[in-house]
Nanobody, 123 residues
Framework: VQLQASGGGLVQTGGSLRLSCAAS????????IGWFRQAPGKEREGVSC????????DYAGSVKGRFTISRDNAKNTVYLQMNSLKPKDTAVYYC?????????????????WGQGTLVTVFS
């Protein structure tokens, strides 16, 4: 059972990246998938979540309008499209499969964590 996060990199302010979270060994469609990030010296924060039922999404206020989460159940993968990136978006980004609705994804322990992928935004 594994979640594989990828797509991070180095990008200039205003640029874009698309993160992927690919699942193996379990069916990702059965879970809400959350993206979290942790910047150096800061606590981990929930960035976005997509539900398992209807594909509805939740976004942190700091990324709303810039980030878009989506899922492709046929590929067992969730994506996080990040546009208009800012230096404050610099962090290690993690995806997680949560056995709850997106309403509680920040509060409940995920069933599975992916390894992080580093996003660095420079000005």
């Amino acid at each position: 059972v594994q979640l594989q996060a990828s797509g991070g990199g180095l990008v200039q302010t205003g640029g874009s990246l698309r993160l992927s979270c690919a699942a193996s060994g379990f069916t990702l469609a059965y879970y809400a998938i959350g993206w979290f990030r942790q910047a150096p010296g800061k606590e981990r924060e929930g960035v976005s979540c997509i539900s398992s039922s209807d594909g509805s999404a939740d976004y942190a206020g700091s990324v709303k309008g810039r980030f878009t989460i989506s899922r492709d159940n046929a590929k067992n993968t969730v994506y996080l499209q990040m546009n208009s990136l800012k230096p404050k978006d610099t962090a290690v980004y993690y995806c997680a499969a949560v056995p709850t609705t997106c309403k509680y994804y920040r509060d409940r322990d995920p069933r599975y964590w992916g390894q992080g992928t580093l996003v660095t935004v420079f000005s």
